[in-house]
Structure formats: C-alpha cells, structure tokens
C-alpha cells in the first residue's frame, strides 16, 4: 500500500526542479523574441530614413534638371527635412573634363548626427 500511495503522489505533479527547467526555457524564448522584434524595428527605422533621405537628394537633382540650371562650382549645404525627420543635404558641384558639363553631388546627412551620411546621389548636367 506504502509503494502505491508513493508511486500516485510521485505521478500526481512536477517536481520543483522540472518547473525551474521549463521557466528557463520559457524566458529565454521569450527574451529571443523580444530581441528579434527590437531588430525588426531598428531595420524598419533606418529603411525609413534612407528612403527619406533620397526623396530628399532626388527632389534637388530633379530640380537642378528642370529648370536647366548649370550650377557654379563649389559647396553648399541646405535644409532638406522630410516628414518628422530632419536631415541637412550638402551639394557639391564639381568642374568636368568638359567645360560644358558639370557633375553635382548631393550627400544627405541626419541633422541629429552630422557625421553619418546616409545618402549619396550624383548626376552630370549640361549647360544649356
């Protein structure tokens, strides 16, 4: 009788050490999940930025070809924000082989940290 209550009793439940194991397991899959979210989130962020950042660059090629300018050589830097998110442009127009052409660079920068460009698009113009 002893050994059948002892064998129910042993049956009936887990043990403290079984539970101690599966709560491990359990948090460190959730804590990966977390993880992977947080990444996800980042990656969406820097996606957003660098679309932002060449709408921003495209806009001023695209403004440079319509209205046929033929820009002087030398720097500048602008304001050129999109949406919530504040960026600087620095155009660089640069003298060509060809005197009729000149090549204009426009890198893209957060504002919040000058240092990292984000973006760099360039296109040759024509004079005239």
Not at 14 to 19: D, I, M, N, S, W
Not at 92 to 102: G, H, M, Q, V
Request: glycine share 6%; proline share 5%.
């Amino acid at each position: 009788m002893r050994d059948r209550n002892a064998t129910l009793r042993r049956v009936g439940g887990f043990t403290l050490l079984e539970v101690l194991v599966a709560l491990v397991i359990v948090g460190t899959a959730l804590g990966a999940s977390l993880r992977a979210v947080g990444s996800l989130t980042q990656n969406s962020n820097g996606l957003r930025a660098s679309m932002m950042a060449t709408w921003s660059a495209e806009n001023r090629l695209s403004q440079i070809r319509l209205a046929h300018e033929f820009p002087p050589v030398g720097t500048r830097a602008f304001d050129c924000s999109q949406d919530e998110l504040p960026l600087t442009c620095s155009e660089e127009i640069l003298a060509t082989p060809n005197p009729f052409f000149r090549r204009v660079e426009v890198s893209v920068y957060d504002t919040r940290n000058p240092e990292r460009r984000i973006i760099k698009l360039a296109q040759v113009v024509p004079n005239g």
